[in-house]
């Protein structure tokens, strides 16, 4: 695996992350919380650019 790989992965488990992370103190629901860490990335923006 070259370092390329390893941001990707990075990036993504780091979206995923902070997606639930934002779900949960927002609707403090597990079923949400899961739901956002999937489409990770899309819904911080999501949250972003709505709030």
């Known amino acids: 695996m070259n370092s ?6 990075t990036g993504v488990g780091f ?3 902070l997606a ?3 779900s ?10 899961i739901i956002h ?3 990770g990335w899309l819904y911080v ?3 972003a650019l709505v709030r």
């Open 24 to 33: 949960w103190s927002v609707n403090q629901s597990i079923l949400w919380a």
């Open 37 to 39: 860490g999937v489409f």
């Open 4 to 9: 390329k790989d390893s941001v990707v992965k």
């Open 20 to 22: 639930i992370t934002i």
């Open 15 to 17: 979206g995923s992350v």
């Open 45 to 47: 923006i999501y949250y």
